[in-house]
Structure formats: structure tokens, C-alpha cells
């Protein structure tokens, strides 16, 4: 048996197919698809936000999505090696979208440690953030749960809501500014510890435990939808949120950021361009059926979104109702839906504490599977760059130990009264959809133009014996880095600074701090491909050649993975790997 075979054993795969498609699931849908896409749908358009969307999904969510998979599965390789096998020249595109990912698993974690947070306050006898009795309480405070309390607009100007305030002064301890860090909170900490211990070991095995634990994490959030659904949908008021949330305006669509935000939605959604999906393609066996699972996956993800709309808009409904005021006063994106309005809502209800319990769980195992999925693409990559040292006994948990600790240690800062500064601070800029829009761009150009599209195709038909449609490589060449390049050219223009809650502005040094996070990632692709050419040898041109067509030997059978090369293909990338070290 030869080193590579003996290699390609120790890397392990999927025990089962399920495996796979649950651990995609899990990294797929997410808080976004909860939080993000009904308020979106809502704001742009209602039921004609979807056209876009749909757009967006067959011109470059599904065709990027297979793409991405088959790429792990052809090569069985991480997000980073993969490109050796592809286009050596676009590595950088695997760099970028790792460092994106650390970026993401270092601020996604905080958001799971409030939501434990919040689930352990959900037990207790009344809800905190349904009085205004408390210690953090100012005289300003006004509990909107509480019955025979007369609502108006003077009341909702010149009070603040008790989940505001338990939000503002007792899970964050929000201080003036960026500027003023304050003290840690050392209850988000211990929250934030064991949310790290659990991350860690969920996936300390590799996929041998990743693919057990996502049988659990990535249906049960599932089941809460469900129930919280189910609920949403009896209480008074609901059909109103319903009509709200989907009741169509076709004019919006002349807007262009209707367009982009529907784009945007589709690149995070899909997790697209982070390299999550090669990586987890890459454990699939050889002749797994890519095509096929690309469609059930994409159609599980913006369904998954679409159902959540209801589920939250039917309990925003009801809160307005019993509020009497518009939806929109209630309605709200990200942190402000999980953490104020819905734990507003559900103090409503009768038996609140068993929805806002219900409501958390889900929030936890919605992000939970998300971010050690993340994880583990991290890892797997890292692994795949350095097999002869990470592979050995033992090796991988102290590298996934020494992981979490470095980002443990570099998020202690978003635990601080002025954490929530620091967190969106990353949310905005090292998470940036134009990023995301950046490396889409290089990577359709990398594997149509460089690569080959037609090549592809034929290596998908291979693994699968199915030809993938004409759209796709029309998408591939043309639709999705036009398409995207449009986007990122126009968020460019379209710029506006970060602010908090449209009253505090950064001070310009933490912009700057922003934009270096947002540039870490864009220039590596350039930079990446600067520095193979100037470490190859030979005429421009033949650089140009070398660092392109080092896929001219990728063999094409289901009985040889693209892993196991012939003898002159595997010293082409052996001369690349160490000229590039040279």
C-alpha cells in the first residue's frame, strides 16, 4: 500500500451519507436564517423580495454550492490544498476564506454564550426581563408584559422596555464607547468557557465525533421551530405579522439594494466562499452524488428561512397587537430580535418561561453546530497543509486545543462592558459582504477560466454519472463572477460607516481597525498569487503557465480519487510545494 493511500485512510471520511448532509445542514442554517432573512424580506418588498432571492439562488447560491462541494469531494482536500490540485495560482482564495472563518468562530461563539445566558435566566420564577424591579432597573424602565398597562407613544418615547434594559445593563453592561472597556463580565465568561468546552469536544475527534454529534444539533433546533411555530401561529394577532411579513410591494424592486441585500443574504446563507463546503465535501467518498445533495441542501436552507418568517413574524404580530402599535415598532434584525424582541413577546404569553426556554434552545443549537462545523473546516484545512506533523497520534487535539484557546484569549475583549463595540466591529468588517462578494469573484473566474468549467463538469459527471446542467457552467463563466463583482462594486460605493444604534459613532482609529480586518482576508488573493510568481522560476509567461495548468494530469476515474495522482503529477506538486517554501 503506498504513502498516499495510507494517508487518504488516515484522514478519515463519513461513516454514512446522513452524516455528510446533516453536518452541511448544520453549518448552512443558522441564526441568519431565523433572524436575518425575515426581517430582510419584511423590510425589502415582503412576498416580492423573494424574486430577487430566487434569482440570486439559481445564479450563484446553487451553482457556487455545487461547485464548492465538488471541489472538496474531487480533490479530497480542505479548503486550502485543494487549490494545488485546481489552480496552485488562486491559493489565496483558500487562505482568505479560512481567515474569514477564524475571524467568524472567534465573535459567533459570544452570541451562544448570551443565548446561554439567556436560557439559564429562563428558569427562574419570573422572567428578569419581564420587570422592572431588579437592581439594573432605572426608574425609567417600563415592563410591557405587565397587564392593565396603558401603551402609547409618550409611554414608548420617554420609558425604556425591561428586556432593553436587561439586554443593555445586565447581559452587556454597556459602557459609552469603544473606548471605555470596562471590567469583564465574568457571568457571559463562564458562559462563553463552556460553550468553548463543548465546541471542542464535539469535533476533538474529527469527523468520527463531528459526524455523531450533528445527528443531534442539527435536527433538534428543527423540532423547536416546529413547536414555536406551531404556537406562534395560535396566539391573537399572528395572521396580522404573517400579512406583514410577506404582503408584496412590487415597487421596492426598483430599489438597488433591495437587489444586493437579497444577494448578500444568499452568500451568508450558504456559507458560500468560506471554504466550509470543500472541506466537509472532502470526507464524502469519491463517487458520492454531490449533484444531488446540492439541490435537497439548497432547498432545505431557504426553506428553513422561509418557515422561520412565519414562526417569528406570527409572535411580532402578537406582541404589536397587545403593544397596539405598528408591526414595524416591534420588528427587528440580529441581536435585536433574539435578545429583546422575542424574549419581549414570549414574557407576554402565558407559561413564558416554557417559550422563552423553548426559544433559546434553539437559538443554542442553531449556532452550536454552526460554529464547530466551522470549526472543524479550520482545522481539516490546517491538517491538510501540514499532514506530516498534525496527523499524528494525538497531534489533533492538541491543535484544536491550542486553536480554541488562541481565540478564547483574543475574544476576551467582547466580554468587556465595551465588548459589544469590539463585536460588531467584527461583524461588520471581517465579515463584510463585500469580502465574501471578493473572493466569489476570483473563485468562479479561478475554476471556469483557469481550471476549466467544461473540466469540472466532467469531473462531477465522474463522481456522479450525472452531467450537471448547461446553466451551471454558464453560471460558473459568466452569471455569478459578473453578478458578484456588480455587488461588490456597489457596495463599495454604497459605503457607510459603522455606527451603534444610529448614536454612536467610532472613532476613526476603530475604522481603521475594521478595514484592516476586511483587508487581511481580500489581499491574500493577490498577494498569494504575487508570491508564487516571483517564487517560480523561468520567463513571466512560463510562471503564468506552471502556476495554472498544474491540473493537466488530474485523472478522471471514480476508481482513482483525485488524491491518489500518478507519479508525475504528485512531483509537479511536491516541486510546487517546496519552491513556494524556498
Sequence with gaps: MNTNKRQIEERGSWERKAEFLLAVAGTVVGLGNVWRFPYLCYRNGGGAFLIPYLMFVVTCGVPLFLLETAMGQFTQQGAITCWRHLCPLAGGIGYAGQLKVVYGCMYYIIILAWALFYLIYSFSSQLPWASCDNTWNTDGCVNLAAKNLTINQTTLVNTTPAAVEFWERRVLSLSGGIEEVGKIHWEILLCLIVMWIICYFCIWKGVKSTGKVVYFTATFPYV????????????????????????????????????????????????????????????NQFNNNCYRDCFWLCLLNSGTSFVAGFAVFSVLGFMAHVQGVPIEEVAESGPGLAFIAYPQAVAMMPFPQL?????????????????????????????????????????????????????????????????????????????????????????????????????????????????????????????????????????????????????????????????LLALS?????PGWALGQMCAKKGSLKQRWRHLCSLNTNLPLSSKKPAEIQDQTFTAEIDDLVSSSTN
Excluded at 404556537?231 to 399572528?238: E, I, M, N, W, Y
Excluded at 462578494?437 to 477560466?449: D, G, H, K, P, Y
Aim: hydrophobic share 55%.
Design 224 to 283: 423547536m421551530l416546529l413547536v414555536l411555530l406551531i404556537r406562534g401561529l395560535t396566539l391573537p394577532g399572528a395572521l396580522q405579522g404573517i400579512v406583514f411579513y410577506l404582503y408584496p410591494e412590487p415597487a421596492r424592486l426598483a430599489d438597488p439594494q433591495v437587489w444586493m441585500e437579497a444577494g448578500t443574504q444568499i452568500f451568508f446563507s450558504y456559507s458560500l466562499c468560506s471554504g466550509s463546503l470543500i472541506s466537509l465535501g472532502s470526507y
Design 355 to 515: 417559550w422563552a426556554v423553548c426559544f433559546f434552545i434553539m437559538i443554542v443549537f442553531l449556532g452550536l453546530d454552526t460554529q464547530f462545523v466551522a470549526m472543524e473546516c479550520v482545522i481539516t484545512s490546517v491538517m491538510d497543509l501540514f499532514p506530516g506533523v498534525l496527523r499524528r497520534a494525538g497531534r489533533r487535539e492538541l491543535f484544536l486545543l491550542l486553536f480554541c484557546l488562541t481565540c478564547f484569549f483574543g475574544q476576551l475583549i467582547m466580554v468587556t462592558e465595551g465588548g459589544i463595540y469590539v463585536f460588531q466591529l467584527f461583524d461588520y468588517y471581517a465579515s463584510n459582504g463585500a469580502c465574501v462578494l471578493f473572493l466569489s469573484v476570483f473563485e468562479s473566474l479561478a475554476i471556469a477560466w483557469v481550471f476549466g468549467a467544461e473540466k469540472m463538469s466532467d469531473a462531477i459527471e465522474d463522481m456522479t454519472k450525472s452531467r450537471p446542467n448547461y446553466i451551471f457552467i454558464l453560471c460558473w463563466k459568466y452569471f455569478t463572477p459578473l453578478v458578484s463583482l456588480g455587488f461588490f462594486v456597489y457596495s463599495m460605493v454604497k459605503y457607510r460607516p459603522l455606527t451603534f444604534k444610529n448614536w454612536y459613532v467610532y472613532p476613526d482609529w476603530a475604522y481603521a481597525l475594521g478595514w
Design 521 to 525: 482576508s481580500i489581499l491574500l488573493v
